[in-house]
């Protein structure tokens, strides 16, 4: 159980999208736990509102609360930001979470459908939730955007083409966000950040139990990923900033 009031987050308002997969629901209860007020987005209702009672539950009476956003659709994703900032006063993070996956045997089997799919899921929503977020959180004196990412990004596999191009898209675009809140920041250095969670793969409680011989070498914890996602509110700006976290080894 967290101290909540006077938890390392108290006071601080996260968005986090792509909040009903079991990396979401990790998440927000660990930013509940440490005092954040978290606004939860994904596009299944059901899953979003059981991982938003969850993290309620856990956290024993944080505000947690749920929005049903479209995502792949700018207008919506920048009504959602605005609806957080005019409801809590503040936007001092969004995490982006919204994952997808893809794959082929080889090369020569990538499917171009593929590549459109996680294109859509992986990099539309990261240009959307940057775009709609990024002056709040410049606003914000501890504003962060986090994106999860795969070392398949720096270090593509053969039937990974699709997928690893969309992730580095995807990181190319966070580093962009991250040059804005330099700029932004001046000779003082940023005061907001965009930085890079980097992972293997993830692991849960749900997949061990299904494959209990399974070794999972590499793999992240998504309560891990949620403890490294608290932490880069406990490291400055400058420190975190247009960087990759590494929760993997480096290819």
Known sequence: MGNGANGPLSGAVIAVAGAGG????????????AGATVVGADNDPQRLSEAVDAARYASGGATVTGDTVDLLDLQSTRDWATHIEKDFGRVDGLVHLVGG?????????????????????????VQHTSLAFHEALQRSERG????ISAAGAS??????AAYSAAK????????AMGDFFRKAGGPEGPTSAATILVVKALVHDAMRAERPNA???????????????????SKS????????LWLTEKP
Request: aromatic share 10%; charged share 25%; net charge negative.
């Open 144 to 147: 962060r955007y986090v994106l």
């Open 215 to 233: 070794k999972f070498a590499g793999f992240t914890d998504v309560k891990d990923l949620a403890e490294a996602i608290e932490g880069v509110w």
């Open 155 to 160: 270090k593509p596999t053969a039937g990974n």
């Open 101 to 125: 996956w893809r794959g082929s045997e080889t090369f020569t089997k990538t499917s171009l459908d593929d590549w459109d799919f996680l294109e859509l899921l992986l990099v539309k929503t």
């Open 168 to 175: 580095a898209a995807a990181e190319a675009w966070t580093l």
């Open 237 to 244: 700006a400058a420190e975190v900033n247009g960087n990759r």
């Open 22 to 33: 079991p990396a979401g629901r990790a998440t927000l209860m660990r930013l509940a736990e």
